[in-house]
């Protein structure tokens, strides 16, 4: 059984910052592609910053690009998401979302969080 765990939401004034952390457990085998999503009301879900298969090249949504920063602890297995100079238009559930493969399932399987709430005040 794999799980994502998101932390780190809240609420926060404009210009300010947050940290989301999302840990993956389970009996893992490998963790391949890893990346945010957000979810404003009335909106689809979009991506906001992710690693590709690999781990080594990242990509943004150009609405976040110079102020939001994703990194990785393989070691702890956990996605981060460094969140800087915040908009009220950021406002969103942010998602954790995995490619992961278990002895189970090695080819892998998209795994999500259950959502952290950011709200982001004008």
């Known amino acids: 059984q794999v799980q994502l765990v998101e932390s780190g939401g809240g609420l926060v004034q404009a210009g300010g910052s947050l940290r989301l952390s999302c840990a993956a457990s389970?009996?893992?085998?490998?963790?391949?592609?890893m990346g945010w999503y957000r979810q404003a009301p009335g909106k689809q879900r979009e991506l906001v910053a992710g690693f590709t298969s690999g781990g080594r090249t990242t990509n943004y949504a150009d609405s976040v690009k110079g102020r939001f920063t994703i990194s990785r602890d393989n070691a702890k297995r956990t996605l981060y998401l460094q969140m800087n100079s915040l908009k009220a238009e950021d406002t969103a559930v942010y998602y954790c979302?995995?490619?992961?493969?278990?002895?189970?399932?090695?080819?892998?399987?998209?795994?999500w969080g259950q959502g952290t709430q950011v709200t982001v005040s004008s």
């Open positions: 979302s995995s490619s992961i493969s278990t002895w189970g399932d090695p080819r892998g399987s998209v795994y």
């Open positions: 389970g009996s893992i085998l490998a963790i391949n592609a």
